[in-house]
């Protein structure tokens, strides 16, 4: 997995399904030491991700979440800012209503979310809609709270585990998700 991670990155959130179908993963956040060595700093924390799985080809309505390696840059939410160090757009828009792909509640999902940067322009509010890969590709993945069941695409993490990851990312560190099944990651 180390060898996924750019080399200026000093913290990756590492999601791993344990197979490419799996909807369940889980989520620790590492940071670079001085010397080069990788440490937990926090987690692990068990998250959703699509309901079936894991893709290399991510498109939209597959219900698949993209595997790969990609930036964290901004941050939003319908809730006030928890103390990002990412720019955070506070938003109504956030607020979501309805029922998830297992007929559970989505009120609150959006309360607070960190954009990954798969298909989309970073430095703008996670709800920018600009798809520079086209919008068959996908878009609109995030990391948010989680409401007990799979997602499109997203990962998500309860509330708090999302909140204080929310408060640890550092832009300076140049922040990455490294997401997928275990199998994919490996190496």
């Known amino acids: 997995t180390q060898a996924l991670v750019p080399d200026g990155t000093g913290?990756?959130?590492?999601?791993?399904?344990?197979?490419?179908?799996?909807s369940t993963s889980t989520a620790t956040l590492y940071e670079k030491g001085p010397g080069g060595g990788w440490t937990a700093a926090a987690g692990p924390w068990p998250t959703h991700n699509a309901l079936r799985g894991w893709t290399a080809d991510h498109t939209a309505g597959d219900l698949r979440t993209p595997i790969g390696v990609f930036r964290?840059?901004?941050?939003?939410?319908?809730?006030?800012?928890?103390?990002?160090?990412?720019?955070?757009?506070?938003?109504?828009?956030?607020a979501i209503s309805g029922t998830g792909l297992?007929?559970?509640?989505?009120?609150?999902?959006f309360d607070h979310v960190i954009a990954i940067d798969y298909n989309r322009v970073p430095g703008r509010?996670?709800?920018?809609?600009?798809?520079?890969?086209?919008?068959?590709?996908?878009?609109?993945?995030?990391?948010?709270?989680?409401?007990?069941?799979?997602t499109q695409a997203c990962i998500t993490l309860e509330?708090?585990?999302l909140r204080r990851?929310?408060?640890a990312l550092d832009p300076?560190?140049?922040?990455?998700?490294?997401?997928g099944p275990a199998s994919d990651l490996a190496g």
């Open 125 to 150: 509010s996670p709800l920018d809609k600009e798809r520079p890969l086209g919008a068959e590709k996908g878009g609109g993945v995030w990391i948010h709270v989680d409401h007990g069941g799979p």
């Open 165 to 167: 990851l929310i408060r």
């Open 102 to 109: 297992s007929g559970e509640p989505l009120e609150g999902s």
């Open 159 to 161: 509330r708090e585990p």
């Open 72 to 94: 964290l840059d901004d941050a939003g939410g319908r809730l006030p800012d928890p103390g990002s160090r990412l720019p955070y757009d506070q938003d109504p828009e956030f």
């Open 11 to 22: 913290q990756a959130l590492v999601v791993t399904g344990s197979t490419a179908d799996d």
């Open 172 to 179: 300076a560190e140049e922040p990455v998700i490294v997401m």
